[in-house]
Each structure stands twice: as structure tokens, then as C-alpha cells.
């Protein structure tokens, strides 16, 4: 959007007024006809422009904050414009295969996007007797998910990882292998980058443009030497362009969002800057409903053909799940894959802890008719059997293996092979629904029958193969 | 019409305006040229603090405050049942038709109840002009649903004679049906009315709860039971079992009405009960189970003051309906979005902070909320019993249940279900901990499950509850010095533990027959494990058998038992019997008898 653009609109205010700077907050005096969440330009005195927004406006004070950072600002010489419009990002089909950076300006030297049309990037509560319920079975291609915490087409599942896990790696193949089964169309792949380092984005545009994805994937890029309060910005601003996609051109949409942990920490900076009374760990109390606003952000609806899979990545503080940031993650999607470093250490790729994973969407979208009759049996079954052999595990390191029963050896070389067979497969490793099914019936066949309590008799008769 | 002021702030939801002498506390107002709707929630002088109940993006300083004279409120009549609501009362299936958008949109205004939509209201054999009416008398009746007649009564607030009463036809809820007078003023009855929402419905006499509200839930009803009228609570991290939990109380239990209250939780999660609830039947009446239920939804993305709103709303219409003498169900997931919610706005209001920057009247509200929960006798006549039973969920951070809304919560519930993340992550659900959990209605409803089911009831849950303990201590045990030291008795009780966890407590939400267990069925399970442990117990104390003996010995029939919750359906117990028979008679056989 050009500069004349955006100045364009009705009641443009303009005040040299700047009373105090506070972190990434202006106090700007005397101002009127300000609204609330209304989008600023600040004028620095070397001409220099930055854009902000209204976080709190009376009579006499309106509070702004400045995306791009205080540093370098004064109080005289700086000009606030008020630019009478809320932050709207211009959206078009054409997004597509091009890369911006954190408020959605194109930085690839490409030509300048033609709008189709402008939408507010805060976005609007999707009517929940507007959606539908997802159930359109996605296969990642992934046994640990596909098998035990299946993903489908308008659900958010984010990754919990910790720093240096393979994250990355992981969100990669998944967006290669993603399909739904019996449908050409491919996902469209809406990218944002918030705060993470240029190698890690580097690593995505490669891995775009080597699959030949690239022309279907629109990137947002604020890479960590990029300023914090961006990163408030730019999960809307990918988002809004995904629900131009899903809901006005019929495109089913993979957002993938990295790194929700520097999300956070940039709205802890602000909260700390206004003085808001601090909830756990420093970030503010109303961290759970902000999350909410970009993570409810996925879905389906009556209607719309299209569809948006949020996969959010998050890299949890010292591996702690009980972070806030995990945690209020948790409580607001709709299940989690977990990553786990002493599987890594062990050489398993992909590190998945399947006990402390979940996908609470699976149950709709497996089954008779969309994966196999057999699969909730023998995902239950699954992850029965291997936190018993967890279980046993720690027991055997107190009284020894050769003090277990027979049985209970027997969940010990399950829970090897689950892990060597089952969960462990090559970066490049496509499997179909059917052959992680069957893999895992291989080692669930290393369990005596009797104890498969999960499965329903007729699928033990036809799966089933005692391999003693 | 009420007071205009003038906005001077905006700061998220609460907007501060001028202007306002003459407002009332908790008057409902209009804000800015959008007409947002908004609730005053602290006065100063003639500065009104308003929580605004959409979002306020784009509102300015000098623009209008109108007061609309009244508190909120919600429209209480025919036509609530099947409906979904946002929190404050709005439907948003007409929303959405209204605007045409996947989304909702700001300031839109839409009617609570139909208005044209017609009913067929049949008044009362025996009433007669001139009768003197209390509050609560019944004036008729409309069929709301096939599943509920709607028994139309006399508001709290409004007595005297019988001036007129309409006669049997097709009304809309806007039509006098009924005329009243007291000492000379004339009052026209609707077939509804409004009542504030924050203020409980008057009643005669609050009575014990005495009758389990049955839930088909096995570790629920036969170990930490519901009763009618009761409160509870369940408590648990993301992910442990909540939703599923409530979403189960709400689809099996044997109340007449269920109001469903997603306050601060996914979207998803209430479209699945709009999709699947006009298609599931109520396993008590047969009936589409939609046509009990009534859905408000604050989803998390919306708008944080109606969250705090949309708890009042909810109960304000369990209430009336247990004045028609029902007994309601109300669900609220989860009532700590809610408590956040008042956090949030206590916040902007710059309060003083409590626990965990939760103001200081937490607890009273948690208190002032569950005790609008209950069984009565209901004003009016003929006598009318009715009940409001209240489950909510609470969502402590990292799962801590030390902390303030959980800990304020256990101080005004009877029922504690809480949820262990542990046995979540090995997937045993309901993951509801049978060490720490509690009802205090376990005696009380002993009376019916003697009547009904059997008089053994009691005392088979109360060794289940002990089995249960003593493994708790000897998996301690275990786990400092192994196996090797345990008793043969302590062995068994490992045993019949694991039989119980899995055959028993473990319960799946999605599987079709074992989802929901009749009171018969889940008597007849714990029979046959007890029964099991019992003659078990004898033979391994008379050192007839170890266990390892009965362990190989039996091991097909445990498989079979284990599995029968999900193998056999509530119409074929006697399969259950048969079982028991076998295990019984093959377990003498092996001891030799
Ligand atoms: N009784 C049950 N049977 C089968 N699965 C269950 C049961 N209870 C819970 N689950 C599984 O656990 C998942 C999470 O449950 P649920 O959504 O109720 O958690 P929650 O406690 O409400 O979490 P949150 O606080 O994040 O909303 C479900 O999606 C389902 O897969
Ligand atoms: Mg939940």
C-alpha cells in the first residue's frame, strides 16, 4: 500500500505533543477524535517513519504504541499521526509466493500487491453456529500422528518443542506431506515468522523453494533482530490473509506460525511497559484470551469450501509444559505434539512423546470410511500398552528385568519396538494410514492376545499375528 | 428513557464516560455511534465505568453513552429451549442470518426470544375470575418442545386477582394472556418476562438434595455421585477431560433441562454439541436431545466482558425453569475464563489486586454463583419441586490446584472430581482421580440405588473405594523396594485394582455402548469384581491359591470382563451374570473346591 494510501482516509490528525516515552509506548497529549486501536505513523525528526497503534485513548492522553520500537524518538520533533483507520492489511490471491516481512509490506523486490481487498488484521470471532466441525482426515504421513493423534483439515495443533529439537524439520515434512486422501488440491501455506532467527527462516525458504511449494506459500518474516512489538502484529496479519484464502477463495489453508514463545514475550514487554498488574511469570493476566484471538482463528465454516490448519510451533522455557506459554497454548487448542529431548538424545526421529501428545479432533476423523475401522481400537490400545511398559520401565530399574513377570517383559520389548518401528522413520518417510496401521499391529502382536483389552474381538481375529 | 453521557476513555473493554448522574449501578447502556452494548460496573460522581460487552475498537472519546433504564436482563418465555446464545443473550443463529457473515459482527441487535412465532397456550382447569394469585401461580401451560411443556407462571414480582385469563389459542410471546390487579393497578402477563440477570429468582424453601442425578457415568454415579440440586466441581490441565466430562453430563444425565454455558472455551466445542445434539437421543426420554438443551456461547475469541456476563445469563434461566418444577441441569466450562474475565476487568478498573491479581471479592462471587444452585420448593401454585444442579470446570494453570479459583471453589461445592494429568497422559479416562476426588452426596443417595438397584450397593462401592486405596499405598510400596516382598492379599489387591481401573472406572466417551452405563449395568460390573475379590481373598488367605495361580488361571475371563463395559450394551446384563458365574465357579475349581 503506498504511502498515499494510507493517508488517505478520513480524519488523518497530526500532533507534535509527545509527553512522555515508556518502552515501546508514546504518550501523545491533547489529542482528540482519536479512537481506540486506531493505526499511527510517527514522524521521527530525521523523517524517519514508523507505524504504531492506539492501546488507550482519553481526553487528554492517547497511549501508542510503536511496532518498530522508541529508540531514537524525542519528545520534541516528533510527529503523531493519527491516521483514522484500524490496521487493515490489503489481501489478494497473489500473496502467494511471495514474502513479506512482519506488517505485511512485500520485501522481495516483487512487484507491488493490487488489492482485492483490505481487511481489519484483528480479524472477527468466527460464529460458532457459522462453523462446521472438522473431520476431513489429513494424512502427515507421520505414524505418530496419522496413527495416534491425527490432524484434520481445520484444526489447531500446535508443536511443543524445546530449543535446538527438530521442530522445524518436523513442521517441514508435515507441510511436504500433507494430504487429504482422495483430493488433488494441495494446501495453500500461509508462513509466519515471528522473532526467529534468519537461519531458521532461511532453512523454510529453502525447503519451500526446493519442493516447488514456493509459488503456493505467502511468507511474513520478523526474524529476531527485527523489533519485538512487530511480532504482535504479524501472526494477524498472516492470519488475515488466510481467511481471504479459506473463506473467500475456496483455498484450504496450513498456516504455520514459529515461534509463539517470542510472540509472547514481545506482549509481556508491553504489558510491563503500561504497569498492568502481572499474572504468572510476568505475563499479563489477559495472555489466555489474546492467544485465543489468534489461535481461534482456524477452522471451517457453512458454506466456505476452504479450510485454515493452524500449526502453531512454540519452544517450551527449560522443556517446562507448565509454562504459561505452553500452558494457556494447551487450554486453547485442540491438542498438542510434544517433543521430547531424551527421545532425541536416543536418536528417535521424530522425537514425539505420544503420551503427553494429543489431537482432541482425531476421533472424528478416523475410522471406518476415512482411515480404517480398526484405527481408534488400536490407537487406544497403543498408547494403553506403552504407558503400562512406562510404568514398568521405572519399576524394572528399581527391582531389575529378570524380577519382572513374563507378560511384563513382554511390554518392555513393546515399547522398544514401538519406539524403533513404530515412531522412528526417515525425515523423507511418507507413510500411508495403512502401513502405520500395520506397523503397529506388528508390535502390538508382540503382546499376548489377552492382554489387547482395548480391541474389539473381530479386529484381533483379522490383525492379529502372535509373533510369541 | 435513561441518562446521555459522554465518552472521556477507551481502554479495551472498559470505557469511562461523563455525563452520567442519574445512572444506576449495573444499568445496561448503549456505547458510542455503534451502540455497543455495555454494563456500568462502578460509579464515581457522575463518571459511569462501563464494561462493554463487544469489542471497542474504532470507539472515541466524546462520543454518546445511552442508559437503557434497566439492569441486564434476561427474556425469560417459550422459545429458549434449542436455541444458542451468546453471553448476553443474543441468538447467534439469528446473527448470523441477520448479517450474512461467517462472523460476528459488532453492534448488531436481535430480539432474545421469537417475537412472531406463535404458541399454543392452554390455560389452567379451575381458574376463576376473581382468584387471588401469589407470584409463581400457574396460569398454563405451552409445549415449548415435544420433550418440555412449558408451564407458564405468574413473574416472582407480580401478584393480586384474576381480572382476565385467555382463553385455549395461539399467542405470541408479546400478547396479554393474562390480567392481574392489585389494589387498583392492572397488570398485563406475557407469556414472558425479563429478570435481572445478576439476581437470584426467589423461591419458597430450599430443600437437601436427596435423589442422584444419574449421569450413566460409572466413577461418577457409583463412586463420586451427582445428587439433583447439587453443585460440583472439575477441576483439571488442559487436555485431562473436562469438555468431554461435561459435554457427557449434559448429553446423559437425567435432567429434564440442560443449559450448556461455554464461557472462555474453542468454538469447535460448541458447534460439536449443535451438531450432534439435535441428532443424539436423550437415553431417559428417547427424544432429540437439542430439545432440552439451551447453548450459551462466549467462545474464548470473543469479547471478555460478556464471559463474565454469560454465568448470570446461564443460571438465570436454570432458575426459571426449576420454578416450572424441573429438575435443570447447568454446565459451565470453564469458570475460570469467567474469574479471569472479572480479573481482566478489575484490572482496567485498577482495584486492588488479590491472589494472583484476582480481586478480593473472587470468593464471594464463586459463593454467590453455587449457591443459586439447589433444590426447592418453587413460589406459587399448585407446589412445584424443582432443582438446579451446577457442574463446572475450572482450569488452574499448570494444572496446580493450589491455586485461588480452584481453591475458592472447593469451598462451595459438595462434588470434587478432579482430574489427574498423569492418568490423562496414559489415556485413562475419565481421568478423574479416585484418591483425591470426594462427594458428599455418597450417603445420600445410598436410599435410591438400595430401592432401585440393590441393597448391596453400598457396601460392594465401599470396598471398590477401599481396594482402591490399599493399592494406592501398596503401589508406594512397590515402588521402594519392588514386588518381591508383597503379601499374597496385597497382590490380589493389586489385581483386582487393575481390574477395576480398567473395567470399570475407565469409561469411553466415544465408544457407543460403553459411553453410557445404566445404574443395573454398572452394579452388575462391580458385583462381579467384588464378588471376585471376595471369594479370591479366602481361597488366598487359606493358602488354597496365589495369585500368580489365579492370574494365569483366569486370565481369558479378566480379558472378557475387562472388555464387557464396552462388549456388552445396558439391555443385556444378564451376560454380566454369566460371567460372574464362570469366574466364580472356575476360581473354586482351581482352589480346589
Ligand atoms: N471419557 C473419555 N473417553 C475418551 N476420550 C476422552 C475422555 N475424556 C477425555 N478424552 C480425550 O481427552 C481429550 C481432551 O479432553 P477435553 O477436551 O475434555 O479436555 P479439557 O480438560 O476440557 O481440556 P481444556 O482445559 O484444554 O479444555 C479429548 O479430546 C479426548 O480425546
Ligand atoms: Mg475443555
Redesign the interface.
Known amino acids: 500500500m503506498s504511502e498515499a494510501e494510507r493517508t488517505r482516509g478520513l480524519g488523518v490528525s497530526e500532533y507534535e505533543t509527545v509527553e512522555a516515552i515508556k518502552g515501546p509506548l508514546l504518550f501523545v497529549r491533547g489529542v482528540?477524535?482519536?479512537?481506540?486501536?486506531?493505526i499511527v505513523e510517527v514522524e521521527l525528526q530525521n523523517g524517519e517513519k514508523r507505524r504504531g497503534r492506539v492501546?488507550?485513548?482519553?481526553?487528554e492522553v492517547a497511549v501508542v504504541q510503536v511496532f518498530e520500537g522508541t529508540t531514537g524518538i524525542t519528545t520534541v520533533g516528533t510527529k503523531v499521526r493519527f491516521l483514522g483507520q484500524?490496521l487493515e492489511l490489503p489481501v489478494s490471491e497473489d500473496m502467494l509466493g511471495r514474502i513479506f516481512n512482519g506488517l505485511g509490506d512485500p520485501i522481495d523486490g516483487g512487484p507491488p500487491i493490487v488489492a482485492e481487498e483490505k481487511r481489519?488484521i484483528?480479524?472477527?470471532?468466527?460464529?460458532?453456529?457459522?462453523?462446521?466441525?472438522?473431520e476431513d482426515f489429513i494424512q502427515t504421513g507421520v505414524s505418530a500422528i496419522d496413527g495416534m493423534n491425527t490432524l484434520v483439515r481445520g484444526q489447531k495443533l500446535p508443536l511443543f518443542s524445546g530449543s535446538g529439537l527438530p521442530h522445524n524439520v518436523l513442521a517441514a515434512q508435515i507441510a511436504r506431506q500433507a494430504t487429504v486422501r482422495g483430493e488433488q488440491e494441495e494446501f495453500a501455506v500461509v508462513f509466519a515468522a515471528i522473532g526467529i532467527k534468519h537461519d531458521e527462516a532461511l532453512f523454510f525458504k529453502k525447503f519451500f523453494e526446493e519442493t516447488g511449494a514456493i509459488s503456493k506459500v505467502a511468507m511474513f518474516l520478523n526474524l529476531a533482530n527485527e523489533p519485538a512489538m512487530i511480532r504482535l502484529v504479524t501472526p494477524r496479519v498472516a492470519l488475515t490473509l488466510a481467511e481471504y484464502l479459506a473463506?473467500e477463495r475456496d483455498m484450504h489453508v496450513l498456516a504455520i506460525i514459529t515461534d509463539m514463545t517470542n510472540y509472547a514475550e514481545a506482549l509481556r514487554e508491553i504489558s510491563a511497559a503500561r504497569e498492568?498488574?502481572?499474572?504468572?511469570q510476568g505475563y499479563p493476566?489477559?495472555m489466555?484470551?489474546d492467544l485465543?484471538?489468534i489461535y481461534?482463528?482456524a477452522?471451517r465454516?457453512?458454506?466456505?469450501k476452504g479450510s485454515i490448519t493452524q500449526m502453531p510451533i512454540l519452544t517450551m522455557p527449560n522443556d517446562d509444559i507448565?509454562?504459561?506459554i505452553p500452558?494457556?497454548t494447551?487450554?486453547?487448542t485442540?491438542?498438542?505434539i510434544v517433543l521430547d529431548r531424551s527421545l532425541y538424545n536416543r536418536g528417535i526421529y521424530p522425537p514425539i512423546n505420544v503420551?503427553?501428545s494429543?489431537s482432541?479432533?482425531m476421533?472424528e476423523g478416523i475410522g471406518e470410511g476415512k482411515t480404517r475401522a480398526d484405527h481408534?481400537n488400536v490407537s487406544?490400545q497403543l498408547?494403553?500398552a506403552y504407558?503400562?511398559a512406562q510404568e514398568l520401565r521405572s519399576?524394572a530399574t528399581?527391582?531389575g528385568e529378570e524380577?519382572l513377570?513374563a507378560v511384563d517383559k513382554k511390554y518392555l520389548r513393546f515399547a522398544e519396538a514401538f519406539e524403533r518401528r513404530f515412531l522412528s522413520q526417515g525425515v523423507n518417510e511418507n507413510r500411508s494410514i495403512e502401513e502405520t496401521l500395520d506397523i503397529a499391529w506388528e508390535v502390538l502382536s508382540i503382546l499376548p492376545e489377552?492382554?489387547l483389552?482395548n480391541i474389539?474381538?473381530e479386529f484381533i481375529k483379522k490383525y492379529y499375528k502372535a509373533r510369541g | 428513557m435513561g441518562v446521555v453521557g459522554k465518552i472521556v476513555r477507551i481502554s479495551g473493554p472498559l470505557v469511562i464516560a461523563d455525563g452520567m448522574t442519574g445512572a444506576q449501578m449495573y444499568e445496561m447502556v448503549e456505547v458510542g455511534e455503534d451502540r455497543l452494548i455495555g454494563e456500568i460496573n462502578r460509579i464515581e460522581g457522575d463518571r459511569a465505568y462501563i464494561q462493554v460487552y463487544e469489542s471497542t475498537t474504532g470507539v472515541k472519546p466524546g462520543e454518546p453513552v445511552y442508559g437503557t433504564g434497566y439492569p441486564l436482563s434476561v427474556e425469560l418465555g417459550p422459545g429458549l429451549l434449542t436455541q444458542i446464545y451468546d453471553g448476553i443473550q443474543r441468538p447467534l443463529e439469528l446473527i448470523k442470518s441477520k448479517t450474512g457473515s461467517i462472523f460476528v459482527k459488532r453492534g448488531v441487535k436481535v430480539d432474545p426470544l421469537p417475537r412472531e412465532k406463535k404458541w399454543h397456550f392452554k390455560p389452567v382447569d379451575g381458574l376463576r375470575k376473581g382468584d387471588k394469585l401469589e407470584p409463581g401461580a400457574l396460569l398454563g401451560t405451552v409445549q415449548e418442545t415435544p420433550l418440555i411443556e412449558h408451564r407458564v407462571l405468574l413473574p416472582p414480582n407480580v401478584k393480586g386477582k384474576l381480572v382476565e385469563l385467555a382463553s385455549e389459542g395461539d399467542y405470541t410471546i408479546e400478547d396479554t394472556i393474562a390480567v392481574v390487579e392489585e389494589e387498583g393497578e392492572k397488570k398485563e402477563v406475557k407469556l414472558y418476562h425479563r429478570w435481572p440477570a445478576r439476581i437470584p429468582r426467589p423461591f419458597r424453601d430450599k430443600l437437601e438434595p436427596t435423589e442422584p442425578l444419574l449421569t450413566g457415568l460409572r466413577i461418577i454415579d457409583t463412586l463420586f455421585p451427582m445428587a439433583k440440586g447439587g453443585t460440583g466441581a472439575i477441576p483439571g490441565g488442559f487436555g485431562t477431560g473436562k469438555t468431554v466430562t461435561l459435554h457427557g453430563l449434559a448429553q446423559w444425565s437425567a435432567a429434564r433441562v440442560v443449559i450448556y454455558i461455554g464461557c472462555g472455551e474453542r468454538g469447535n466445542e460448541m458447534t460439536e454439541v449443535l451438531e450432534r445434539f439435535p441428532k443424539y437421543k436423550d437415553p431417559w426420554t428417547g427424544r432429540p436431545l437439542m430439545e432440552r438443551t439451551i447453548l450459551i456461547a462466549n467462545t474464548s475469541n470473543m469479547p471478555v466482558a460478556a464471559r463474565e456476563a454469560s454465568i448470570y445469563v446461564g443460571i438465570t434461566m436454570a432458575e426459571y425453569y426449576r420454578d416450572q418444577g424441573y429438575d435443570v441441569l447447568l454446565v459451565a466450562d470453564s469458570t475460570s475464563r469467567w474469574a479471569e474475565a472479572l480479573r481482566e476487568i478489575a484490572g482496567r478498573l485498577e482495584e486492588m489486586p488479590a491472589e494472583e491479581g484476582y480481586p478480593s471479592y473472587l470468593a464471594s462471587r464463586l459463593a454467590e454463583f453455587y449457591e443459586r444452585a439447589g433444590r426447592v420448593v418453587a413460589q406459587g401454585t399448585p407446589e412445584r419441586i424443582g432443582s438446579v444442579t451446577v457442574a463446572g470446570a475450572v482450569s488452574p494453570p499448570g494444572g496446580d490446584f493450589t491455586e485461588p479459583v480452584t481453591s475458592h471453589t472447593k469451598r462451595f461445592i459438595r462434588v470434587f472430581w478432579a482430574l489427574d494429568t498423569a492418568l490423562a497422559y496414559s489415556r485413562h479416562y475419565p481421568a478423574i482421580n479416585w484418591i483425591i476426588s470426594y462427594s458428599a452426596y455418597a450417603e445420600t443417595v445410598k436410599e435410591w440405588w438400595h430401592k432401585n438397584v440393590s441393597p448391596e450397593w453400598y457396601d460392594l462401592r465401599t470396598e471398590a473405594m477401599n481396594i482402591l486405596l490399599r493399592e494406592d499405598e501398596v503401589k508406594e510400596i512397590v515402588r521402594l523396594v519392588g514386588t518381591e516382598g508383597l503379601s499374597e492379599p496385597d497382590k490380589l489387591v493389586l489385581l483386582t485394582a487393575r481390574l477395576l481401573k480398567d473395567g470399570f472406572l475407565k469409561q469411553n466417551a466415544f465408544d457407543p455402548i460403553d459411553a453410557f452405563s445404566e445404574p443395573v449395568k454398572q452394579f452388575k460390573l462391580l458385583q462381579a469384581m467384588i464378588y471376585f475379590h471376595r471369594n479370591a481373598m479366602k481361597l488366598v488367605q487359606a493358602g488354597k491359591l496365589n495369585v500368580a495361580q489365579i492370574q494365569d488361571g483366569l486370565a481369558d475371563e479378566f480379558s472378557e470382563l475387562v472388555r464387557a463395559r464396552f462388549t456388552v450394551p445396558n439391555d443385556q446384563v444378564e451376560k454380566i451374570d454369566e460371567l460372574r458365574e464362570r469366574i466364580l465357579n472356575k476360581l473354586s475349581q482351581l482352589g480346589g473346591e
Open positions: 482528540s477524535g482519536v479512537a481506540f486501536d486506531e492501546l488507550d485513548v482519553g481526553n484500524t481489519d484483528n480479524g472477527e470471532p468466527l460464529n460458532p453456529s457459522a462453523r462446521t466441525y472438522p473463506y498492568e498488574v502481572p499474572g504468572r493476566g489477559y489466555y484470551s485465543a484471538t481461534e482463528r477452522g465454516a457453512h458454506g466456505k507448565t509454562h504459561p500452558d494457556l494447551g487450554y486453547i485442540e491438542g498438542q503420551l503427553m494429543l482432541r479432533l476421533k481408534a487406544d498408547y494403553s504407558s503400562r519399576l528399581i527391582i524380577s513377570s489377552r492382554e483389552t474389539k474381538p
